[in-house]
């Protein structure tokens, strides 16, 4: 079973950046591919962002991600990033760190981190 931990969210005002981490454990993570979601107050989950952990570093995004939003991993050090830029309101959210076999398909889910966007 493979365990995600995030860690980075907190309170940023509009405009501003956050980076989030994920660090990666247990269980054979290689075979996965690594993933963010967001699940904003009052609605479900939804997908952010993925990257492909082993045999190269293709990422993918959502619309409201493409642009704003980039995916990295560092395989030495088992964790996978997500950098937000230009940030608003409508980013506030939980946000979850996934191992998705494949993407878009998550198969572990980290405990998630809270972004709040707010002047």
């Known amino acids: 079973q493979v365990q995600l931990v995030e860690s980075g969210g907190g309170l940023v005002q509009p405009g501003g950046s956050l980076r989030l981490s994920c660090v990666i454990s247990g269980g054979t993570f290689s075979a996965y591919d690594m993933g963010w979601y967001r699940q904003a107050p009052g609605s479900g989950r939804e997908f952010v962002a993925a990257?492909?952990?082993?045999?190269?570093?293709?990422?993918y995004y959502a619309d409201s991600a493409k642009g704003r939003f980039t995916i990295s991993k560092d395989n030495a050090k088992n964790t996978v990033y997500l950098h937000m830029n230009s940030l608003t309101p409508e980013d506030t959210a939980i946000y979850y760190c996934?191992?998705?076999?494949?993407?878009?398909?998550?198969?572990?889910w980290g405990q998630g981190t809270q972004v709040t966007v707010s002047s």
């Open positions: 996934t191992a998705d076999s494949p993407v878009g398909r998550p198969d572990s």
């Open positions: 990257i492909n952990w082993s045999g190269g570093s293709t990422t």
